[in-house]
């Protein structure tokens, strides 16, 4: 073997060494300010929650596409979503050429609601001895879980509930202010006049509801149920 030849794969190698420290390193993004961005963003969502609020935030993989932002990263919530549970906040990049990912987090809510403190029949009117709370993620619960007794007192319960059933605002109505059958008062009202008479109603109602009644002469009137057991018309 000559020297020449020797040296040949030699010479090739030092060559694919220099090919290699000649290539520039493809810069990524920081996986870290991705981080701190949506944990920011997070801790201002949460603030006005109830109870305690804590939340974890998957990183980006080191090894991502995204080139290098220069700008200040900006956090939000996509189109429906809220700081709630499992969900994903949004990335974005402003600066050129831009970029937006979504990072994946799951927000905790621990806290009191409340419960049946007692098998409660349907139509039972809430009080507070029938109230009782418990502690848990009001993330894993119905979006509706009830966690203060000023929102079960007084209303009564569309079904039955087990002890220890969470409270849930659906299952809960306001008592019926008028009862069908009832003789109640009506009062219609209208730019210059303001009439009374008097009616059977024909349905019951909550406060706030509309309800039918029959006067005396046969007529049939709309309106809507008051507190104190009459019915309003406005004309």
Same mark, same amino acid.
């Given at each position: ?6 040296m040949?794969? +030699? ?8 090919? %290699? ?15 701190? &961005? ?10 006005a ?20 932002? =220069?700008?200040?990263l ?13 969900? &994903?906040?949004? #990335?974005?990049? $402003?600066?050129?050429?831009?970029? @937006?990912?979504? #990072? =994946?987090?799951?927000?905790? #809510? ?17 009080? =507070?001895?029938?109230?009782?709370? $418990? ?14 007794? @000023? ?5 009564? &319960?569309?079904? %039955?509930?087990?002890?220890? $059933? ?11 202010? +008028?009862?069908?059958?009832?003789? #109640?008062?009506?009062?219609?009202? %209208?730019? %210059? ?31 809507? &149920? ?10």
């Open positions: 073997m000559t020297r020449a030849s020797a040949k794969p +030699i010479t090739l190698a030092l060559l694919v060494v220099a090919a %290699g420290a000649a290539s520039p390193t493809l810069a990524r993004q920081d996986p870290q300010p991705v981080r701190l &961005a949506v944990e920011r963003f997070l801790r201002g969502e949460t603030q929650l109830p109870g305690e609020a804590s939340f974890t935030v998957r990183d980006i993989d080191a090894q991502n596409s995204l080139p290098p932002c =220069p700008a200040a900006e956090a939000f919530l996509p189109a429906g979503a809220r700081a709630w549970g499992r969900t &994903a906040v949004g #990335v974005r990049c $402003r600066a050129q050429p831009g970029w @937006s990912i979504f #990072v =994946p987090v799951q927000v905790r #809510v621990e806290a009191d609601y409340l419960v049946a403190a007692r098998p409660l029949a349907a139509g039972t009117l809430i009080g =507070p001895d029938d109230l009782g709370t $418990r502690r848990g993620d009001l993330a894993e619960m119905p979006a509706n879980a009830l966690t203060d007794p @000023s929102q079960a007192i007084g209303r009564q &319960a569309q079904g %039955g509930f087990a002890a220890g $059933r969470p409270l849930r605002a659906d299952q809960l109505r306001a008592p019926n202010a +008028i009862l069908q059958g009832q003789t #109640v008062k009506v009062f219609a009202r %209208g730019p %210059g006049f303001d009439v009374s008479t008097e009616g059977r109603a024909l349905n019951p109602a909550a406060a706030g509801q509309v309800t039918q009644v029959r006067t005396a002469g046969g007529r049939t009137l709309s309106g809507l &149920a008051r507190a104190d057991g009459a019915v309003e018309i406005r004309f």
